[in-house]
């Protein structure tokens, strides 16, 4: 008899004897498939992804002093999360140092360069997620915290809750010692101006679209002054482990309490073992079609790549939706997927070589 089949008939013994204690017996692994466990499987390729926001960008929009100015801060994102990774730090440290770096600057709508909303104040929007984990915090609404992304974290750490908004957040932010600032500090030229345009074309457009009708929501007065500007990062550690961030200031001209896609789990920010998500454009869609939980599901069940699912939501059902945007998204192998349906998107990866690679358009 061969040797394989006295192993089996062994097992088929010891499993009626485990049964009857009330175990459940494993058959023992063919030889193959041991062999096969045995071959070291190749580390995991860590690295960090971010992005700045998607809109209408082309070259003549943008003038060669603000896109240098742009890609240096962007680079300065990617090498924060990167110096963390490289010692050993974990996912959620990196993608939390490179998105306080985008907030902290007037060029990115997170943070400091926050649109304004139709009553001319300032409502932030952030989330994190630890995809070994599983936990998450999300802050919506805010007025006075410096780094949305920090009180996300601290929502996910020290609080028993997911979400929290508006005046209980900042509470909950001031007893957590977390630098607060004045709605002051959230004005920029550039921004409230475009809040201006924005209100003129309103007065004089029709009534703005409704759900669920396609629309080219970047070309319309209220979006092309939304351009760009939704601050995320996905990153992958050592020890194999994915997290996720996205922080914003939602949509300039936006009212009554509007809340995006960017706090809600698995609409604009996800992040399990498998598959982490950070996306940027129109929440409104990005909330209705799941668009982070869906790329990631879509690699859990289908055994799709992590290309192929992020290109199907975001070039395809997004598309047919009317849902203008991108997203950046990285699986447990390192692999980078980075799809925008818009014309560009402020994006960048840097990997374990240290090569910093940040783009804008389409074309490189
Ligand atoms: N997704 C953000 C929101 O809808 C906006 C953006 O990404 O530009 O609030």
Known sequence: MPAVCRRALAAIAMCALFTSLGCSPVLPTPRSDVEKTDVPRPAPRWGIVIHGGAGVLDRASLSP?????TRAVLTASLEAGHGI??????SLDAVTAAIRILEDSPLFNAGKGAVFTHDGTNELDAALMNGHTREAGAVAGLRHVRNPIALARA?????????????????FAEQEGLALVPESYFYTEERWQALQR??????????????????????SPAGRDSKFG??????LDQAGHLAAGTSTGGMTNKRFGRVGDSPIIGAGTYADEGCAVSATGHGEYFIRYTVARDVC?????????????ADRVVMDILVKAGGEGGIIAMDAQGNVAMPFNSKGMYRGTMGADGIASVAIFRDP
């Open 297 to 309: 599901a879509r690699v859990e069940y289908s055994g799709m790549g992590l290309g192929a699912a």
């Open 85 to 90: 990774l490289a010692k050993g730090g974990s």
């Open 198 to 219: 924005a209100l003129a074309a309103e007065k004089k457009a029709p009534p703005p679209p409704q759900q669920g009708k396609p629309q080219s929501f970047w070309e």
């Open 65 to 69: 002093e603000r896109e240098a100015e």
């Open 155 to 171: 929502v996910m750490e020290k609080s028993p809750h997911v979400m929290m908004i508006g005046e209980g957040a900042e509470r």
């Open 230 to 235: 939704t601050v995320g990062a996905v990153a």
